[in-house]
């Protein structure tokens, strides 16, 4: 008799396992396009099996268990914070690429070109007053080109600065996102299992390392301690370290909480590729702008302090600026009146050699065996290639993105044709357990009614 | 049936591209079986490119080609170096570390039995 009482216990101890098992199914359903979560599982555990002791065996319920898998989870990670730091990178680089104009029809190059053309046309009428004027016209044309273009760089570094201070706050908003999640890991032990909890923890940390690389580290009490760059604590248990942008000089630097220099650990994700082109990639642009702006000014006004004007006196400067870190924003022509433009060689007064030489500045080579035109080709040609390095880098990371995110949600999405095929399985079982029990229940009252 | 059409209106460069464009989306859901028929595709954009001749003009496509290549090229990378540091993990949890602090990996069960 006790035999089929505990028939009769275990089926429907397995009648509420397939029940639990059916709300885990929902759940998952429910849950399928909830950012960061990840599918659970009911895991029954086999229950003692003494049939002389009264124990009759079966199933009892275990755990829920998540399927997520931090590996997967860490590698998701990684490619975002490569894929997001060239892809802002390639956004930002594209802004300047635009200042630099390769066809030679505008811009700097278009200016050059025309002043160098003022000067061969002035050499053919070195004592007119026209084409005197007309080089002092393309003088001021070509100096504020240059003006314009630093100006236009000076705009962008404070743009990224902008941006800077936006993607420091995403992180400090994001680490206190955690911090909270963190306290109610510490002050609720049910909480650590809660999958909802665990889905904003990692929808979370997919988003941080968007703006940084950091490494999360799980401690045995629930909470996750993020460290930017594996070094900088923005999160330790439940207390936040803010991190905060400097603006001091022309470097932006990060700071950590205690005010220490940074900048190194947020080298990658979209705040790292702000700060490289802030502090290395646009001082270096500035840098050649600079050094083509002094260069061309020295050049030009050595070249006409060499010759005589029309009244037989040393040339007057043409060009000016304050000084040679700052020459492409200061340039600018002097106050020379025409006839104080020096056309001829001092061997030879009211004649065309010293034009001439000017306009030969066009082809000669001034700058690293290049002429100044070259030298700014260059310089575009670089910042057009290191722009489409980028870029492939993006694609490339974009696909490995993908292919982690693939790899990730085959271990531990939600798939509705995987949970709609355990919800056939768990209904069959539920079927084949409420027959068994009726079956035992009738043998049961067959048996009492033999009995009496 | 319009995948072949457009296939054969392309020239050797054209078809090696299609076939590893192919690879490459096979090669972003990374298991047994689209590995498996990936290399399918990727030994179809070799025997294209064998049936290539060098030609003026080739280069936009032969670059595109590149770049296929090159992505097709990550992606196996990827699923290599994700795949290779699961196993190191999973060695690491089974079987520890070694003396030197690799992985221990772990070796092949032994048995023996004895009759009569």
Redesign the interface.
Same mark, same amino acid.
């Given at each position: 008799m006790s035999g089929l009482f505990g028939a009769l216990r275990a089926s429907a101890n397995s009648l509420h396992i397939l029940e639990y098992s059916l709300a885990t199914v929902q759940n998952n359903v429910l849950n399928a396009s909830t950012p960061g979560y990840a599918k659970q599982r009911l895991l029954p555990l086999p229950a003692p099996f003494v049939p002389e002791q009264g124990l009759p065996g079966g199933i009892v319920p275990g755990q829920v268990q998540s399927l997520r898998s931090e590996y997967a989870e860490r590698s998701v990670r990684q490619e975002t914070h490569l894929w997001a730091h060239f892809d802002q990178f390639s956004k930002d680089l594209a802004k300047i690429e635009r200042l630099f104009d390769i066809s030679g029809q505008s811009g700097i190059p278009g200016a050059l070109n025309k002043l160098f053309q003022s000067f061969s046309a002035w050499s053919l009428a070195p004592n007119d007053l026209v084409p005197r004027r007309e080089v002092i016209d393309r003088a001021t044309e070509a100096a504020a080109q240059f003006a314009e273009t630093a100006a236009s760089l000076n705009t962008t570094s404070t743009v990224l600065d902008q941006q800077i201070r936006e993607a420091v706050e995403t992180i400090n908003n994001l680490a206190s996102s955690i911090r909270d999640l963190n306290v109610q890991m510490q002050r609720d032990h049910h909480a650590r299992s809660d999958p909802s909890l665990d889905a904003r923890l990692h929808a979370t940390l997919e988003n941080l390392a968007e703006y940084t690389d950091f490494t999360a580290l799980f401690q045995p009490d629930g909470t996750v301690t993020i460290l930017m760059g594996g070094q900088v604590p923005l999160v330790i248990g439940v207390r936040q370290y803010r991190i905060e942008p400097e603006f001091a000089g022309s470097e932006t630097r990060i700071l950590d909480s205690d005010g220490k220099d940074v900048t190194a650990q947020a080298a990658t994700g979209r705040l790292g590729a702000m700060l490289e082109l802030k502090n290395t990639v646009l001082p270096s642009y500035m840098s050649e702008l600079n050094r083509l702006a002094a260069s061309l000014a020295d050049d030009v006004n050595a070249m006409l302090a060499a010759g005589l004007d029309t009244n037989g006196n040393p040339g007057a400067p043409l060009f000016a600026y304050d000084s040679a870190d700052e020459a492409a924003s200061t340039l600018r022509v002097t106050n020379i009146t025409p006839d104080q433009l020096a056309a001829a060689a001092p061997d030879a007064p009211l004649g065309n050699a010293n034009a001439l030489a000017l306009a030969g500045l066009a082809t000669a080579p001034r700058l690293d065996g290049l002429s100044y035109t070259a030298y700014y080709g260059r310089l575009a040609a670089t910042i057009g290639q290191v722009l489409h390095g980028s870029r492939s880098n993006r694609d490339t990371h974009e696909q490995l993105l993908l292919q982690s995110r693939s790899i990730r949600d085959e271990i531990s999405a939600v798939s509705l044709d995987e949970e709609a095929a355990r919800l056939i399985e768990l209904q069959r079982a539920y079927e084949a357990t409420a027959r068994v029990i009726v079956i035992l229940n009738e043998l049961t009252q067959t048996t009492i009614d033999m009995m009496r | 049936m319009s995948r072949s059409i457009a296939c054969g209106e392309l020239g050797p460069v054209g078809r090696a591209r299609a076939s590893v464009s192919d690879a $490459?989306r096979l &090669? &972003? $859901?990374?298991?047994v079986d689209s590995l498996e028929e990936s290399a399918a595709h990727l030994e179809t954009a070799v025997g294209a490119l064998r049936e290539y001749r060098p030609e003026p003009g080739a280069e936009t496509e032969l670059e595109e080609l590149r770049?296929e290549v090159? &992505?097709a090229a990550? &992606?196996i990378e990827?699923?290599a170096a994700?795949y290779s540091?699961?196993a190191r993990?999973l060695f690491t949890a089974a079987c520890g570390y070694t003396a030197s602090g690799e992985p221990a990996v772990p070796g092949p069960v032994r048995r023996i039995s004895v009759e009569g």
């Open positions: - | $490459r &090669l &972003l $859901r990374p298991t770049k090159s &992505l990550a &992606l990827g699923a994700f540091g699961w993990v």
